[in-house]
């Protein structure tokens, strides 16, 4: 029996944990795993009690949640032989989307029975562990902006980028290179994207070519534009062809160190955090477990599409099943049926 540890994080996303629970119960291979169900009860906690589980040598400790219960799972998991699951249920699920990892709790319970774990790539910004993207400039300072609303969801970020958009002023950048590809370079930039894998979260692909497998992360540098540009960059950014703009400079590296003029803002993940002058960012090679498909990235307009049917029609059951479940007159009806 391989042993599987359950972090539920109640707080993140929208998705109602309850209906998965009960999901993971019916689906989940009991002749093939042991499990358990821990809720976090704090910041931090999912990173305790991924780092006790993987003390007393779980196989695979599962994160129910959005990107910063990820982080917080992922991060006391490298250089461990336990291996990270995901359950998406988040505002973005950046790393989830980007390793094809299923939306719906059906189907993500489904991979954890079937799929093997694979090696992935990690980074570290100021030491702090990212896996999907980190950053400095515009999308730190719409992290911190967002962490501080007090409320989730695609309309909230999307509220705070138009309403911080205008009066945001680019910055001037250093950039180092600490690999075999040494080079220096200035930019005046809005933004500059460290990323491991392709995505912010919600399919803002931010770094379209990049790959949780080859030891290097894909630095992507958005230099100013215009608000009358400012569409066309986003439906390049959705549609996964942010490099065709002519403000985007992009290369890859497996250490680059970033100057400023002043303290500020960074995130990991899109969570924020404050920061000197100077950021350190690298990529440390198959550092983590993870239970993923083989394919990773962008995704094509078919597929998308396929899984976007799949996870309406299983959110659409999940929620019939959380309907009857809190409805006892309808409960009742319907067992009396079964028997």
């Known amino acids: 029996m391989k042993k599987i540890v359950f972090i539920v994080n109640p707080i993140s996303g929208t998705a109602n944990k309850r209906s998965v629970l009960r999901q993971i119960d019916r689906l989940l291979d009991q002749k093939k795993f042991e499990y ?145 590809n040494a080079q220096h370079a200035t930019y005046k930039a809005l933004l500059i994207a460290c990323a491991n894998a392709s995505q912010y979260g919600n399919n803002a692909y931010i770094a379209p070519q990049a790959s949780v497998r080859d030891g290097v992360m894909d630095v992507t540098i958005v230099e100013p534009f215009t608000v009358l540009e400012a569409p066309q960059l986003a439906i390049l950014l959705f549609n996964g062809l942010i490099e065709d703009s002519p403000h985007i400079r992009t290369f890859r590296c497996k250490h680059l160190v970033i100057k400023r003029s002043k303290p500020g803002v960074i995130h990991y993940d899109g969570d924020p955090a404050e920061s000197g002058e100077t950021v350190d960012v690298s990529i440390v090679s198959k550092g983590l477990l993870c239970i993923c498909p083989n394919d990773e990235g962008v995704m094509d307009v078919g597929e998308s599409a396929r899984n976007s049917i799949v996870e309406y029609f299983n959110n659409m059951y999940l929620r019939s099943e959380d309907f009857i479940e809190n409805n006892p007159i309808r409960k009742k009806t319907l067992l009396r049926k079964r028997n």
């Open 36 to 180: 358990s169900i821990i809720q976090t009860e704090y910041a931090g906690h999912a990173t305790e009690i991924a780092r006790a589980a993987a003390n007393e040598g779980a196989d695979i400790v599962c994160a129910i949640g959005g990107d910063g219960t990820v982080n917080e799972t992922a991060r006391a998991l490298v250089h461990t032989e336990t291996a990270l699951a995901i359950i998406p249920c988040g505002s973005g699920n950046g790393l989830a989307r980007h390793l094809h990892i299923p939306l719906d709790a059906i189907r993500a319970i489904k991979l954890i029975n079937e799929a093997e774990p694979l090696s992935i790539d990690y980074g570290l910004i100021n030491l702090h562990p990212f896996f999907c993207t980190c950053g400095v400039g515009f999308d730190a300072f719409i992290s911190q902006k967002f962490a501080e609303a007090g409320k989730r969801g695609p309309s909230t970020y999307v509220e705070n980028v138009l309403r911080s958009a205008l009066r945001y002023s680019p910055e001037t950048y250093e950039l180092d290179v600490e690999d075999e």
